[in-house]
């Protein structure tokens, strides 16, 4: 049931196939080396706040925790990007969400 409570763990249900596919790329192992930042910044929007500060950097605040990111150079984030994403989103309970998306696409 989706209500108004809020949870201290996040709810997969909230996340669309774009969101669940982006995360699963975040927590690949070993690490993706194309998950664009436009993927990631719109799934930390779903699942928290993203806002752009006047230094270039990006204020994420998901669940508990908060991390300021720089946008890539690129259009795809880099390997720390990527492993501070997994730190922070592990922080704020998606490490278990992950591991529950993988064993449902194992049950099919």
Known sequence: MKGVLMSTSPEPVDL???HRDTLLRIFQHPTSHNIE???VASLL????????????KFRVHVGPEIEFLDRPKN???DVQQVVDLRRMLTGAGYAKVVEE???????D
Do not use: M
């Not at 929007?45 to 270039?56: K, Q, R």
């Not at 998306?101 to 194992?106: D, F, P, Q, R």
């Open 16 to 18: 669309n196939n774009h």
């Open 37 to 39: 930042w436009r993927d």
């Open 45 to 56: 929007e779903a699942i928290g706040s993203i806002e752009e500060h006047h230094d270039g």
């Open 75 to 77: 259009k795809d984030i």
């Open 101 to 107: 998306l993988e064993a449902k696409g194992t049950e």
